[in-house]
């Protein structure tokens, strides 16, 4: 592996015992989550990540989870309480021994949401600035060829104040990777740029990146952002990381309760895994579900109770369907509505219905469930 963390810790000098404490969830935790809780003030606990040369990662999280103090820890600007980080079997830093190598003999780059370029100097004496050990003509040659990797040869001799937000934060983008970094770290670079723009530019950086052959870890909130660019997603909670996997993995087979709220629209539904003719199969009130290949055996559960997660795209509005649900909520998002609904018995659901089926607050509408993945954790209650 090309860069490795293996259970790096963290705790911030002055963290009382009950400083970075966990901020309230919107779900209560499981009993598998309540035996991970965050060690006391510990910014960043335990977490081991891998990533291979050429690959992007994703880190994504609610706010405090710890995703720039991770940052920090690789950069070298935070001392390590635990574990090690290594980069192409390099070691950077390691608890155990006391190894710190200092930030600027890493060879990361780096790039910020403030992407802080100097205003006196032009774009090319920006994007240079980092190369001044290098020969005049390999400097410029330097600086040409990664103004081109970012679409911004033109605009070499331009002041900063001269470019759009974006076009700035392409040549802050530029800058990082003039050294050629083995590895750059970007903490919300776009989360100061319009939607539009955000959207624009994730889906060239990957380009650039890729381009580049650079391997890159990425911060930010935004879950669209998260898939368009990782290869990797990570989902951090109260300073782990609850799971590590491909952007279709974390979505389709979260591995923990964490990780099926924070991503997505759903709920979590009461649900019942029983012995079927076919093998198992879970009873919801929506219908059961058939398609359980990776679902836990019902042993696995005290009666087979489980909380399923339904996502609101496995649930289709269908005026066929013998399930009925009451329209609560709704919130329209261009190509479809997110409804908020309510069976007859009780249990919410949430789906995405296409935005020219506009019914009615407080309207029935038929529905039956699409799933192909099943997820299923403990029943809560
Ligand atoms: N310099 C510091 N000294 C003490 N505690 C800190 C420091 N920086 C961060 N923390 C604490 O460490 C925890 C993790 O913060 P961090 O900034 O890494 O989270 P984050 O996931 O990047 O958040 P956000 O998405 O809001 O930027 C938080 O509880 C925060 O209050």
Same mark, same amino acid.
């Given at each position: 592996m090309f860069l490795a963390l293996d259970r790096v810790g963290l705790r911030y000098p002055g963290s009382a015992a009950t400083a970075g404490a966990a901020k309230p969830l919107a779900l209560p935790s499981t009993t598998a989550d309540a035996g991970k809780s965050r060690a006391a003030g510990q910014a960043v606990h335990q977490v081991s990540l891998s990533l291979s040369a050429g690959q992007i990662g994703v880190l994504i999280g609610p706010s405090g989870c710890g995703k720039t103090s991770l940052l920090r820890c690789i950069a070298g600007l935070e001392q390590l309480e635990s574990g090690r980080i290594s980069i192409a079997g390099e070691a950077l830093a390691d608890a155990q021994t006391g190894l710190h190598l200092a930030p600027e003999a890493r060879r990361i780059g780096m790039v910020f949401q403030d992407y802080a370029l100097f205003p006196h100097l032009s774009i090319s004496d920006n994007v240079g600035f980092g190369l001044r050990h290098l020969a005049r003509s390999e400097r410029a040659q330097r600086i040409q060829q990664v103004?081109? =990797?970012v679409g911004l040869a033109h605009a070499a001799k331009r002041a900063p104040h001269q470019l759009s937000g974006g076009q700035q934060q392409r040549v802050a983008l530029a800058r990082a990777l003039a050294p050629a970094p083995r590895l750059l770290l970007l903490d919300e670079p776009f989360s100061s740029l319009d939607v539009d723009l955000r959207?624009? =530019?994730?889906?060239?950086?990957?380009?650039?990146? !890729?381009?580049?052959? $650079? $391997?890159a870890l990425f911060v930010t909130h935004d879950q669209a952002e998260a898939f368009a660019i990782g290869d990797v997603v990570g989902v951090m909670h109260q300073g782990q990381l609850e799971q590590w996997d491909a952007a279709y993995t974390v979505y389709h087979r979260p591995a923990t309760r964490f990780v099926a709220d924070f991503i997505g629209h759903g709920v979590f539904t009461p649900g019942r895994i029983v012995e079927g003719e076919?093998?198992?199969?879970? !009873?919801?009130?929506?219908?059961q579900l058939k398609d359980i290949e990776a679902c836990a055996l019902a042993s696995a559960f005290p009666g087979g109770r489980c909380d399923v997660l339904l996502r609101a795209d496995d649930i289709v509005h269908d005026d066929l369907a013998p399930v009925q649900a009451k329209i609560e909520r709704k919130i329209f998002r261009g190509a479809d509505f997110l409804y908020t609904l309510r069976l007859a018995s009780g249990e919410q659901l949430m789906a995405h219905v296409p935005s020219h089926h506009d019914h009615q607050l407080g309207e029935w509408i038929g529905i039956r469930v699409n799933v192909d993945h099943v997820v299923t954790f403990p029943a809560q209650n």
């Open positions: 103004l081109e =990797l959207e624009h =530019l994730s889906q060239e950086l990957r380009g650039i990146l !890729q381009a580049s052959g $650079t $391997t076919d093998g198992p199969l879970v !009873q919801t009130p929506v219908g």
